[in-house]
């Protein structure tokens, strides 16, 4: 088959170095995989992050609709915003639970500004949410906007 030590040598240093550029291979194309799937769910991102002002801009003047006491009117903005945050929610957003009294997280809340706080228990907490912040796929685009007690 070989006819000398040298060939057989040759052929095994040959065979090595297919195996590692075949497993090379394999490993960039699971990457590439992995990659290309992450895109395709992240795709929408930045139109999702442009989308959530005009979701922000329906509670603002839903929030000041209610003062009027208009019925009606509350209830048909009330309706469009939860339809619109529906269509949201079906492409992978989800809305970070951020309320006041919780502990101030840096990997969820982003400061805007702290405030002294008028009882002790309220230091490190949030005291008010000015802005909601969001899931995208399990992968934070927007942190929620708060005011800390200090």
Known sequence: MYKN????NEYNALNRKYLRLFVDFENFKKRIKKEKLEIINNANETLLLDL???LDDFSRSL???KKSNNVPLIQGISLIK???YKIL???GLKKIKTKKGDVFNTDLHEAITQVKASL??????VIDVIED???LNNKII???KVVVGN
């Not at 030590?5 to 057989?8: A, P, Q, T």
């Not at 002790?120 to 907490?125: A, R």
Request: aromatic residues 14%; positive net charge; glycine residues 8%.
């Open 133 to 135: 912040g969001y899931y």
């Open 89 to 91: 929610k079906t492409k």
């Open 82 to 84: 939860e339809k619109f």
């Open 52 to 54: 959530l002002s005009v």
């Open 5 to 8: 030590k040298h060939e057989l």
């Open 120 to 125: 002790d228990e309220l230091k490190g907490k």
């Open 142 to 144: 927007r942190y929620s």
């Open 63 to 65: 929030k000041e609709i």
